[in-house]
């Protein structure tokens, strides 16, 4: 009866705990970890790219298909007074829980509003992944299609963390220095 008992309490510990994980989420403030840090009202950003529309598929160039695995053209209008960097977060839009995070680059100068098809604006420096590469890491969508997201964030500081850092240490910094926020939805397929 014991054993019966403890799966019950068990399956019953589950299932609060997807409830929980499933509200907090949403609310962890900038969508990804919570962190602890709540962000009140960032200023709206527009994230626009040269090479796809806000909600169209991007070209497979930048995906796992192309033969370089590029980092698409992004630029960015609206950062608040008080930005003193940039970081943008490429993460998985439909990811069932938590969402796998293709690529962090942070430190990227206040006064730089675009990035170039596979450059790196200068002094910008990137976070491990999901999968722990401190680099784009292109994704895989599948013949079905997925959605993706940019995210550009305003931050109040520089957040001198170093090449390579952890992603939950990233996004932590991240999320308690934003102070503006924009977003470009895309789809991939293969």
């Not at 950062?79 to 938590?98: E, L, Q, R």
Request: with cysteine.
């Amino acid at each position: 009866m014991r054993d019966v008992t403890s799966r019950r309490g068990l399956a019953a510990r589950v299932a609060r705990a997807a409830v929980a994980l499933g509200c907090a989420v949403p609310l962890a403030g900038c969508g990804l970890f919570s962190s602890g840090v709540t962000i009140t009202s960032p200023s709206v950003m527009t994230v626009t790219s040269g090479t796809f529309e806000h909600g169209s598929i991007m070209p497979g160039r930048f995906t796992c298909d192309g033969p370089h695995r590029l980092t698409p053209p992004l630029t960015w209008t609206g950062a608040p007074a008080g930005t003193k960097s940039i970081a943008i977060v490429f993460d998985d839009a439909d990811a069932p829980i938590t969402p796998y995070v293709y690529w962090v680059v942070f430190d990227i100068g206040p006064g730089t509003s675009a990035m170039l098809e596979g450059k790196l604006p200068p002094g910008a420096r990137q976070a491990r992944g999901t999968a722990g590469y401190d680099k784009y890491d292109a994704p895989c969508p599948g013949s079905g299609g997925h959605g993706y997201r940019f995210t550009v964030y305003a931050l109040n500081t520089v957040l001198n963390l170093p090449n390579g850092t952890s992603l939950q240490s990233a996004w932590r910094a991240i999320a308690a220095a934003t102070i503006g926020r924009g977003r470009l939805p895309v789809s991939a397929t293969s």
